[in-house]
């Protein structure tokens, strides 16, 4: 049960790979957490910046979205846990060593404070909606006060729960291929790219989709950067680490990861977002829909071949 194993600190024992424990709920659950980090790091890092109303909708449309996204990615969590009765516990307890339980809190804490955060700009959504209310009128007076503070602490949520998603997996002691302190940096990295790519996705302002696809064109260098640093880091480990690197080098995972992962959904932005230093027209959706599959594919390899590795007794 895989809610038991990461709460109590136990390692999962051995499994034919056939078998998924953590499957198609467990990577939407990692990238809808890591996207959720990226649109809320750049919205609240740009208010900070007072580009609020020249970026509206980094800093006020999408993050209206972050609060369902989280909730759906909860949800695919709760699908793949075997005792659904007894997920309330994961919020009752503190284990300090237990990844689960860190994120369990840090979810606890940015689902409130990214509703909040939406909330905030609801005004600027509907003008005079509010204002026949005077407790409505009140209350979103008081939010609106709190930005300042909202923004800085969900910067630093944000970063915490970007890199949880990767931390989770690089916890699994048993399971080699996953046991890489590059995860946690890879994946808070994914998920600010495809926050990135959403925003190009969704925006219609010129300047601020081009400020975007360059800033995702950064991130897809730095997540490329950790991709090949984290095989070379599992080919200079043990045995069973090597083994799990020749997962993707002739074994299984090869085709998928190289081509839909690394190729469609990095290699191939980077290069169409690069086209636009050349002024040659490039439709922006392209690469960000690219991103976005890329981000999606890429949790759902690394977890489906991390159950593959294992170590031998």
């Not at 800093?59 to 007894?86: M, N, Q, T």
């Not at 699994?172 to 998920?191: K, Q, V």
């Not at 260098?221 to 090949?228: A, G, H, Q, S, V």
């Not at 997962?247 to 190729?263: D, E, N, S």
Request: glycine share 8%; charged share 15%.
């Amino acid at each position: 049960m895989v809610e038991e194993i990461i709460v109590s600190g136990r390692h999962l024992p051995e499994i034919d790979p056939r078998l998924t424990i953590w499957g198609w709920e467990i990577a939407l659950y990692l990238f809808l957490g890591g996207l959720v980090a990226g649109i809320l790091f750049f919205s609240a890092l740009l208010f900070l910046q007072g580009k609020g109303d020249r970026f509206g909708t980094t800093v006020k449309r999408l993050p209206v979205f972050a609060p369902v996204l989280l909730v759906i990615g909860l949800l695919a969590l709760l699908l793949d846990l075997s005792h659904l009765l007894y997920f309330w516990q994961l919020f009752t307890t503190i284990r300090w060593e237990s990844p689960m339980s860190w994120g369990a809190w840090t979810l606890l804490v940015v689902l409130p404070l990214s509703v909040i955060w939406a909330l905030s700009w609801w005004p600027e959504w509907i003008p005079g909606w509010s204002w026949k209310n005077p407790a409505l009128k009140d209350f979103f007076g008081w939010v609106e006060r709190q930005r300042v503070w909202l923004a800085r602490i969900l910067i630093v949520l944000s970063v915490l729960l970007g890199m949880y998603t990767g931390i989770l997996l690089s916890a699994f002691n048993s399971r080699p291929f996953w046991n890489s302190a590059i995860m946690g940096p890879l994946f808070l990295t994914s998920g600010l790219s495809t926050g990135a790519a959403a925003i190009v996705l969704f925006s219609r302002d010129r300047e601020e989709r081009r400020l975007f696809s360059r800033i995702d064109l950064l991130l897809i260098m730095i997540e490329l950067f950790f991709i090949i640093h984290l095989f070379m880091g599992l080919l200079a480990g043990t045995r069973v680490h090597i083994e799990a690197v020749e997962l993707f080098m002739g074994g299984p995972y090869t085709t998928p990861f190289w081509v839909f992962v690394v190729g469609l959904g990095l290699v191939i932005p980077a290069i169409l977002e690069s086209l636009e230093f050349t002024k040659t027209k490039i439709p922006g959706t392209v690469p960000a829909v690219l991103v976005l599959v890329g981000g999606i594919l890429l949790r759902l390899i690394l977890v489906d071949a991390g159950q593959a590795s294992r170590w031998l007794y």
